[in-house]
């Protein structure tokens, strides 16, 4: 893991607070390094687009054409490998078949991500949160003016 990772993290938090606030409902990370850097934590849920380490080694090796074979499989290997990636994932998008299959897949995890809210998950989406600190603070003038009120009276 880079040294910069702390930094980055930190940024990338900063920006995913900045867009909840602004109210988006699904806000989504492309992390290749997510779990080495202990960011799953904090991202609900953790999908992982799987794709098959032969297949891996061919798409990068077409996708940069001037790279070695032998160079490809340093680079896979000096990251967590995929098969550990998918077992820690909430959900998983298979890659190895065609784009118009990946989008047909990830049509489907966005309907999935999509669906309302469990009770757990709204009191931590934007909305709980402002009905808790809304109800918080009713609650304390409340409790002021009924103490005031009290104590004027005696």
Known sequence: MSLLAPYIARGIFWEVLKLWMKGYKVIVLDVPLLFEAKMDKFTKPVIVVWVDPQTQIQRLL??????????????????????????????????????????????????????PLTWAEFWRSRQGVFTILASVTSGVVLFIKAFDNHTNTL
């Open 62 to 115: 077409a996708r940069d054409k001037s790279a070695e074979e032998e160079d490809a499989r340093n680079r896979i290997n000096a990251q967590m490998p995929l098969d550990v990636k998918r077992g820690k994932a909430d959900i998983v998008i298979d890659n190895t078949g065609s784009l118009d299959d990946l989008s047909q897949h990830f049509q489907k995890v966005y309907v999935e991500v999509s669906k």
